[in-house]
């Protein structure tokens, strides 16, 4: 089986350790990030680069897509929809994109065929999560079906998502663990300078760090 694997890099926390778990595991890695005209795009562009960087991926891609402004529907690419920061809520938040990991994976499949990749990660997150239906396991399990109907007969990668059962705190722990560069991810949803703290991903960030019993290295507005 080939030792290559793509790994979609958001600039987050989250895909930060799925990357250094992919390293782990014996692989030569591709990030590809995603700009999307969401709200904290350079920021995470910046953080995406400091990540591969620190974590020595062989070749990165970094993607346009520019339609996600246009169809709207999600507070990140809409300025005219407010991003939530009384508290995480019940069903699909505001923020969820529509469809966007659905996206994000077959763009990335296009990618691991062209270089024959054994595996492909994402560092989505189930069961400690915003309640977004695009990061749910057996979605990706789908996806994986469809990825495999839809590319050549020799093209076989898995699609590897081994932070979806995890809470944030066992996120924070793993991720000190392997010395993924906490400093030079981000997570906040609306401000690119200081992260605000009362987003429901700042919020998750914190409760995890919390949990975990160590100080996010990060600056914010408010913790």
């Known amino acids: 089986m080939s030792k290559i694997a793509i790994c979609i890099v958001s ?5 930060a ?20 005209k969401q709200r904290t795009e350079a920021k995470e562009l910046e953080c995406f680069r400091k990540i591969t960087a620190h ?17 709207g529907a999600s507070a990140l690419t809409d300025k005219t929809i407010a991003v939530p ?10 923020t969820y994109v529509p469809f966007r990991n659905g996206i994000f994976l077959s763009i990335a499949a296009a990618i691991g065929e062209k270089h024959q990749a054994g595996a492909l990660y994402i560092g989505v997150v189930e069961e400690d999560s915003s309640g977004y239906p695009d990061c749910r396991k057996d979605y990706i399990k789908m996806m994986e079906h469809a990825i495999d109907l839809g590319t050549r007969h020799e093209t076989k990668f898995e699609i590897r998502m081994p932070l979806v059962a995890m809470k944030k705190s066992e996120i924070v722990a793993k991720a000190l663990e392997l010395g993924v560069p906490l400093e030079h991810t981000w997570s906040c949803y609306q401000s690119e300078q200081k992260a605000c703290g009362v987003c429901d991903s700042c919020r998750l960030r914190l409760k995890g760090f919390l949990e975990a019993g160590v100080s996010d290295p990060i600056e914010y507005v408010t913790r």
């Open 55 to 71: 974590l020595g991926t062989i070749e990165n891609y970094e993607i346009d897509l520019d339609f996600f402004a246009q169809i």
């Open 85 to 94: 920061t009384d508290g995480i809520g019940e069903g699909v938040p505001v």
């Open 11 to 15: 600039g987050g926390m989250d895909s």
């Open 17 to 36: 350790l799925s990357v250094a778990i992919a390293k782990n595991e014996g692989y030569k890695l591709i990030g590809v990030h995603f700009n999307y």
